[in-house]
């Protein structure tokens, strides 16, 4: 009667219990990291879109200097973060767009600036090829998103 301590069976049943809650938490945890990926990955694409109208919006103001042969959008990514000389202005200055390119979320081994695909202007959204501007941007990366959608379809 005045034994101390755990019996076998008790350890093997709170081992169980452990095993069936960390099943249940696991799953859980690798979710929400995807979903964090997600909403980054969203709003990447959200803020590099941004930029890429802003040019083009500056582009139509004439704030740019323009070629009958431009489309009117970035010839790439990087011309948003180094800017364009503002031909409106009565002092040299600079537009910038972008303070930096952001990394894709899906491929974080990637250096930013080869991680998005680039979609010309004169590509279709079905079949998105490089070109000699940026229309769009979107990631590279093969996986599903949780609703199913291809995250290269974003």
Excluded at 9 to 29: C, D, G, Q, R
Excluded at 52 to 60: E, G, H, L, S, T
């Amino acid at each position: 009667m005045g034994q101390k301590g755990i019996t076998f069976i008790e350890l093997l049943v709170t081992i169980t219990i452990l095993t069936v809650l960390a099943s249940v938490v696991v799953p859980l945890s690798q979710m929400s990291v995807k979903r964090q990926k997600e909403a980054q990955l969203r709003r990447d694409l959200r803020i590099m879109r941004s930029a890429i109208d802003a040019y083009k919006n500056a582009w139509d103001e004439g704030k740019i200097k323009k070629k009958i042969e431009d489309s009117g959008y970035p010839p790439d990514l990087n011309v948003l973060v180094e800017g364009v000389a503002d031909i409106t202005s009565p002092k040299p200055k600079n537009i910038f767009f972008l303070r930096r390119i952001p990394p894709d979320p899906m491929n974080p081994d990637v250096p930013a600036e080869e991680a998005w695909g680039l979609r010309s202007y004169a590509s279709s959204p079905d079949d998105p090829k490089e070109g000699d501007d940026v229309f769009d941007v979107y990631t590279k990366s093969e996986g599903i998103a949780i609703d199913g959608t291809p995250y290269k379809r974003w």
